[in-house]
């Protein structure tokens, strides 16, 4: 018989851990330490993609009515367009069939210049004609006068003839010769009056040859060509292949920028007032310009009223039809007396800045990255800004974009952080 086995030997230590337990355990540890890096990590860029970056102006206070400068203060910004004073699309004074186009696009001319020709052969043929009627006309005056110099002299030798011896002349012979003499100066005239209607239809023909020759009404630049050779041009557009004008001319020296003002700051606009211009392709040049004139009449629907402004800076950069701005300048205001109340410093934002909320104008602050709610009083639009009458006084981070529906106490980050 077997002897029972001895399994007091058979026992767990529980007192250190095997190697293979000992790195199972270190690789769990430290794959947990990473899962909860990559977790905070993870949470780290959520709440930074949460927090959206919107654009923000700073508002600036500027003393009396404007931003202070070398010509004056700001006292209205308007946007409007460049365009030439003097302007015109040329057309022809007959309808034709263009046979001669001798200008494009960027071409100068002068006044009176000739610009196209239309096909005028039958008009050169009237204008042949005519002075073949003249030259007829002419030849006939010649024997008319030959024809009546003839008789008048026949009618005085008859008178002679009667008045020395009535014997050798009757007297129905002598009234015959006065009445052919009279016949022949009635004639004469009428010889006379077809040479003045032939030289009418001469002077007629030519007009009409003349028509066909387009000349430059000034001198200027051709801005477009309207038609080309072989096309028929009209006075009036008639529709089909009819074209109205030929080319649109320009005088470049006369470019000018019309911009629309609000009515509400059309009295602090006068008339020869200094300006400054920057166009849309150039923001970093400045023109000088001065109000020509402010259009006597108000755009009912739209509360605004043109202005002239007339380019003092010669550039060949500037082109009709530029988008431009305009800050409409005025001369600085002597200093105050002592003791008189200071003017109150002149805040303007950009339109995009104010909401309408409740019927309310508000604009957003941003403050230690968060939004906050304003309510101001704004004037109208003026070249996309507003002015604040109150609300602001200078110094704040105003939100212009970023965020469509923003909410008090909205975390943000502005563009220039």
């Known amino acids: 018989m077997t002897a029972p086995a001895d399994l007091s030997k ?15 355990l ?24 949460a927090v959206p970056q919107v654009q923000v102006v700073t508002v600036t206070a500027s003393a009396g009515s404007g931003q202070g400068n070398a010509a004056g203060a700001t006292t209205v910004t308007a946007n409007g367009y460049v365009v030439a004073r003097t302007k015109a699309s040329v057309s022809a004074k007959i ?15 002068g006044v009176a210049e000739i610009i196209a020709r239309l096909d005028n052969a039958d008009y050169q043929a009237a204008v042949t004609q005519a002075q073949a009627n ?63 209607s032939a030289e009418a239809g001469l002077e007629i023909a030519r007009a009409n040859f003349d028509n066909t020759i387009i000349r430059a009404p000034f001198s200027g630049t051709v801005l477009r060509k309207d038609a080309e050779v072989g096309e028929v041009v009209a006075p009036s557009v008639g529709g089909g292949l009819t074209r109205g004008a030929v080319v649109t001319l320009a005088d470049l020296q006369t470019l000018e920028v019309e911009v629309d003002v609000n009515e509400a700051y059309i009295a602090r606009i006068r008339r020869d007032a200094p300006s400054r211009i920057t166009l849309d392709a150039y923001p970093d040049t400045a023109f000088r310009g001065t109000v020509r004139q402010v259009v006597p009449t108000a755009d009912r629907q739209r509360a605004t009223v043109q202005v002239k402004v007339a380019i003092a800076d010669r550039d060949p950069r500037i082109l009709t039809e530029m988008g431009a701005k305009v800050e409409f300048l005025e001369a600085p205001a ?21 909401r309408i909320e409740d019927g309310r104008s508000v604009v957003r602050l941003v403050r230690d990255g968060k ?39 909205q975390r943000v980050k502005p563009n220039n952080q």
């Open 134 to 196: 003249v030259a007829s006309a002419q030849a006939s005056i010649i024997e008319a006068r030959a024809d009546h110099d003839q008789l008048v002299r026949d009618a005085n030798r008859a008178r002679e003839i009667r008045r020395s011896n009535p014997n050798l002349l009757s007297e129905q012979e002598l009234e015959a010769a006065n009445s052919r003499a009279e016949q022949s100066e009635a004639r004469l005239r009428a010889a006379e009056a077809r040479e003045k």
């Open 26 to 49: 270190t690789r769990n540890l430290l794959l947990f330490v990473g899962a909860l890096i990559l977790v905070a990590v993870t949470i780290a860029m959520m709440r930074a993609r």
């Open 334 to 354: 002597p200093r105050a007396a002592s003791g008189a109340a200071a003017e109150r410093p002149r805040i303007l934002v950009p339109a995009a800045a104010i």
């Open 95 to 109: 309808p034709g069939r263009l046979a001669y186009l001798g200008v494009s696009e960027g071409s100068v001319v």
């Open 371 to 409: 939004l906050q709610r304003r309510d101001v009083d704004a004037g109208p639009v003026s070249g996309n800004f507003r002015e604040i009458r109150s609300g602001l006084s200078g110094g704040e981070q105003v939100l212009v974009g970023g965020v469509e529906t923003p909410k008090e106490g």
């Open 10 to 24: 058979l026992r767990i230590n529980r007192d250190a851990p095997s190697a293979p337990e000992r790195k199972a």
